[in-house]
């Protein structure tokens, strides 16, 4: 049997086998250099925004939105969206894309870029899926029945492809299309060669990205949270697949430190301990998380809220306590390699005029303790220091943090929700080139366990 390492590329034949890949310049360098669409990044977040030259389409990969659908492509005018799931294979949703600028009008490059001309059943017939007609839909499934493409003329969704594989661990993915959509089914792309090839994002120096790293886990944190007020209409599935990137993008910060190739010695090995065990009891997480969605409750029970006591509210709660002490504990690891990093390896990043009440509160932020309620009429709370609502102030006009509305449960039964209070991209790299002048609370320190006490006499007794 033959073995691969992880960076290992493969070809995987049918392709909606193959998972979502690593080729996103196929799906974004066509659109921006061939026919000139606008392009934006946030390099924290990772979210790309690209829009037609006529402002009537955008297409956005969101590798940090909640609920996995990473993928969108809008429309206005007449209104129409597309969206496509984390897993989706980049082939699919590339053929989408590049097909775009046909469907507005632009009719450059056609010689490079055919679209189809064969139609749905045709095209199911001729790869072997089978065709099922119904008065209300249509149903094509592939021959080893993985994959389904429903066709519903008067649905919401006409069209919504859907994968899985039994018993395969994160083997869905979905796509769908809203009404009014033309046809986007084109000819895919050649798998083997790259049309164009995109400028890659500056990356993140291993600072930056664990603050990142930390703030993606009080999101996840505060979702689930949200879940036992009743207020998280969220899908199950949202939950398992959030745990699931924050497990895989702890494993690569730890990857990206050891890089470094920083020494063996304290407080560092310490630091890449505590990230690793962050990763692990991410995992456990996930698993519970993927219990919980067995677990969910049938849609007409009466009960909102879920019993942390019993069935899918402990397995949330369960999850939920894994992941709690995580922000910190990143934020705390990622403040001890940076006394070590190399000069090439930090931030340049820098705002003048930081006091050591504002640097606290960045430092307050990064790690989720700041919630607040009614646009900062209320005094903001931070676990180890008071955090003033003047200094909250000052760095959100200073472009540092943010508030994202309603994102964590009331202080009390029936309260308002209240607004979290994150680092943006800027407050990241700042707090980044700050962190070491800040100071913060190392974790305990590690007591001998008593050995147990002999036990000689004690069956005696029982």
């Known amino acids: 049997m033959n073995t691969f390492a992880a960076e290992d590329l493969v070809l995987v034949s049918p392709r909606y086998l193959a998972g979502s890949g690593t080729r996103i310049t196929d799906t974004l360098g066509p659109l921006v250099h061939l026919f000139d669409w606008s392009h934006s990044h946030d390099r924290v977040s990772g979210h790309m925004r690209l829009g037609s030259p006529c402002g009537s389409a955008f297409l956005d990969f969101e590798p940090s939105r909640f609920g996995g659908m990473w993928w969108t492509i809008r429309h206005h005018d007449p209104n129409w969206t597309a969206q496509f799931s984390r897993q989706t ?129 009080t999101q996840h944190n505060d979702a689930i949270d949200l879940q036992f007020t009743g207020r998280a209409p969220l899908p199950p599935d949202a939950y398992v697949s959030s745990s699931h990137r924050l497990e895989r993008e702890t ?87 940076a006394t070590r990093l190399p000069q090439r390896a930090r931030s340049t990043t820098t705002v003048p005029g930081l006091d050591t009440a504002q640097r606290g509160a960045l430092l307050e932020v990064a790690q989720g303790h700041v919630a607040v309620t009614d646009q900062y009429s209320e005094r903001g709370y931070g676990h180890t220091v008071l955090v003033s609502v003047d200094v909250l102030r000052h760095l959100e006009a200073q472009g540092l943090v943010e508030r994202e509305s309603t994102t964590v449960p009331p202080l009390f039964p029936h309260g308002p929700s209240r607004d979290r209070v994150r680092l943006t991209t800027l407050g990241i790299c700042t707090l980044s080139t700050v962190i070491t002048t800040v100071h913060i609370p190392g974790p305990p320190s590690a007591r001998p366990v008593p050995a147990p006490a002999a036990a000689g006499t004690a069956r005696a007794h029982r």
């Open 89 to 217: 294979p980049i082939e699919a949703i590339a053929a989408v894309a590049q097909a775009l600028p046909q469907l507005l009008g632009d009719a450059r490059h056609t010689d490079r870029i055919p679209l189809t001309t064969t139609t749905p059943d045709q095209t199911a017939a001729f790869n072997g899926w089978t065709t099922t007609h119904a008065k209300a839909a249509t149903v094509y499934t592939s021959p080893d029945g993985h994959c389904v493409l429903a066709h519903e003329p008067d649905g919401e969704l006409p069209w919504r492809f859907t994968h899985s594989v039994y018993d395969g661990f994160d083997t869905e993915w979905t796509m769908t299309v809203s009404r009014q959509a033309p046809p986007l089914m084109r000819t895919p792309p050649d798998p083997d060669t790259p049309l164009f090839d995109v400028d890659a994002p500056v990356a993140l120096m291993p600072v930056e990205r664990l603050l990142a790293l930390a703030d993606l886990y």
């Open 251 to 337: 494993l690569a910060c730890i990857k990206a430190v050891r890089q470094q190739h920083l020494p063996a010695v304290e407080p560092v090995s310490s630091a890449v301990v505590r990230l690793t065990q962050t990763a692990y009891l991410t995992g456990g997480a996930t698993r519970y998380l993927a219990a919980a969605q067995q677990a969910v409750p049938a849609e007409d029970t009466e009960e909102r809220r879920p019993d942390p006591r019993r069935g899918f509210g402990q397995y949330l709660r369960l999850a939920r306590e894994l992941t709690a002490l995580a922000p910190a504990a990143i934020v705390a690891s990622a403040t001890q390699i």
